[in-house]
């Protein structure tokens, strides 16, 4: 119990000291952008970004894309096919 209390003390005195320190920044802040020292809260941050609908590519576009994509992948497909057909014949 001892030690609780004296551990109490000791974040009592740091919380304390970083609240000056805080109030400190907060008062720098105000000085350097006045037109903060008014407002209540803090404002939204502009961060959220607009997610796009339907998408990119048109129709064909993306037609094409599919039609590359399943060219790229019949090559390494026919590969394996190929090794599979020449290790089983021996």
């Known amino acids: 119990m001892v030690r609780s209390a004296y551990m109490d003390q ?7 000291v970083r609240l000056r320190e805080i109030q400190e920044e907060l008062a720098a802040i105000y000085r350097a952008f006045p037109d903060f020292k008014g407002q209540q809260g803090l404002a939204p941050i502009a961060t959220s970004r607009r997610r ?19 060219k790229h ?8 096919a190929k090794t599979v057909k020449s290790a089983g014949g021996r």
Not at 10 to 16: D, H, I, P, V
Not at 53 to 70: L, V
Not at 73 to 80: G, L, M, T, V, Y
């Open 73 to 80: 992948w019949a090559r390494p497909k026919a590969k394996a």
């Open 52 to 70: 796009r609908t339907g998408g990119r590519f048109s129709a064909k576009g993306r037609r094409a894309i599919s039609e590359g994509m399943r």
């Open 10 to 16: 000791w974040a009592k005195l740091g919380a304390s």
